[in-house]
């Protein structure tokens, strides 16, 4: 493994169980992420109202959604 390997190793041991679910998620559906993630881009307001929305009812998927936007 590089250092890149590494590092992204100990950063996802670091995450919450949930998260880790997620990242894997993602991971294993990225064609799927990329294309639903495509289109015009989000008005800053708007991608701030949804991202509040998601933390706030715990929504893992949807974060990492909005930040792959």
Not at 11 to 18: A, D, H, Q, R, V
Not at 27 to 53: L, T
Request: contains cysteine; proline residues 0%; aromatic residues 4%.
């Amino acid at each position: 493994m590089d250092e890149t390997e590494i590092g992204r190793i100990e950063k996802l041991n670091k995450l919450s169980s949930e998260m880790k679910e997620i990242v894997l998620l993602i991971a294993d559906n990225i064609d799927f992420v990329n294309h639903i993630c495509k289109g015009k881009a989000m008005q800053k307001e708007k991608w701030e109202r949804y991202m509040e929305h998601a933390i706030i009812n715990r929504d893992n998927l949807g974060i990492a959604l909005l930040l792959n936007i």
